[in-house]
């Protein structure tokens, strides 16, 4: 299954490494994020914000299986997962606080 998960904290580490032995499994998540955390993940890294079209269309969305959105703030996340759906991602879950 190819899973895009997206964000910069925690949740969005810990689910990308959950999945990664399973999963084809694309990171986005922004250009700030530190590389020693990156580099334990066997995933692709996509840099960006996870609301952007333009970032989700590098990252190949519209193959994904899955779409989860993560980011901290719950508008961004809303925002992520209509443009994940409307890129073509077969099913988009969004982390709400």
């Known amino acids: 299954m190819r899973i895009v998960v997206g964000g910069e904290d925690e ?3 810990r689910l ?3 999945l990664m032995e399973a999963h084809e499994v694309v990171l986005v998540t922004s250009p700030e ?12 890294v ?3 914000s996870v609301s952007s079209p333009e970032t989700q269309r590098r ?3 519209g193959r994904a299986d899955l779409f ?3 980011a901290g703030e719950d508008e961004r996340n809303l925002v992520a997962c209509i443009a994940a ?4 991602a077969g099913r988009t ?5």
């Open 16 to 18: 990308a490494e959950a």
């Open 59 to 61: 990252a190949e969305v």
């Open 93 to 97: 879950v969004g982390f709400f606080q």
């Open 85 to 88: 759906k409307k890129l073509g």
């Open 46 to 48: 996509v840099s960006g």
């Open 11 to 13: 949740v969005a580490f």
């Open 33 to 44: 994020a530190p590389s020693t955390r990156l580099e334990r993940l066997d995933v692709e």
């Open 68 to 70: 989860v959105a993560c």
